[in-house]
Structures are given as structure tokens and as C-alpha cells.
């Protein structure tokens, strides 16, 4: 069974995605700033971790940096969502090694599920 760790400060949506991956199989764990999210995934052990970029305490682009930093976590995927298209946020998640940047407005939570199911798939 995969593990997502779900890090947003938007509890609506981080629950709303939660329930969807509960639903179609995953193991679940969720985080609500970029440092628990970081700390989760040390005990947590996720298989991809999806994580918005605009949080309090850390936000997803260090988050993401310092997971792909640390050997512990290094491995993990990681695929970050926003709410803005901003070229600039797009362009650092891939160079920090993200697998995808997902626009919130343009993709419905059953569209996030199957992206993130296609990206596990992929290996």
C-alpha cells in the first residue's frame, strides 16, 4: 500500500484530499506547515508527498529542498501544488528535483489522485 504524506495549511482542502486517498487505497498521513510536514516524513516514511508552496514555518520550495537534501528522505518524491501560476515558483520546484507542480484551480481532487497514482506507477 502507498504511503502520501499531505501538506497544506488549507485543512478544507488537505481533509478533502485526505478522504480521496483514504478512498482509493493509500496509507495517509497529513501536515499543515512546511516543519511538521518535514518531521512527518522522517517517521512517517511516505512513498510521495504532496505539499502546497505558499505555508507558514517552512514553505513547500524548502520543504522540498530539504528533503531532497537530507539522506533520510532524499528518495521520496515530491509533487507541490499553488494556488497561483507563478513561472518562477514552477522553475525552482523542478530544479529542486520536484515531479510536478500542480495549478489547485485547474486540476478537481479525483484529477490530483490520479496524477499522483500515475507518478507512483511510473516507479
Do not use: W
Request: aromatic fraction near 4%; charged fraction near 35%.
Amino acid at each position: 500500500m502507498n504511503k502520501i504524506l499531505i501538506v497544506d495549511d488549507d485543512t478544507e482542502l488537505a481533509k478533502m484530499c485526505n478522504s480521496a486517498f483514504l478512498f482509493s487505497g493509500y496509507k495517509t498521513e497529513l501536515a499543515f506547515d512546511g516543519k511538521e510536514g518535514f518531521e512527518k516524513s522522517l517517521d512517517f516514511k511516505p512513498d510521495i508527498v504532496l505539499s502546497d508552496i505558499m505555508m507558514p514555518k517552512i514553505d513547500g520550495l524548502k520543504l522540498l529542498e530539504k528533503m531532497k537534501k537530507d539522506k533520510r528522505t532524499k528518495d521520496v518524491k515530491v509533487v507541490l501544488m499553488t494556488k497561483l501560476k507563478d513561472e518562477e515558483n514552477i522553475k525552482n520546484a523542478k530544479m529542486l528535483g520536484a515531479e510536478m507542480v500542480i495549478i489547485k484551480k485547474d486540476h478537481s481532487v479525483t484529477e490530483i489522485v490520479s496524477l499522483i497514482t500515475d507518478i507512483l506507477q511510473r516507479g
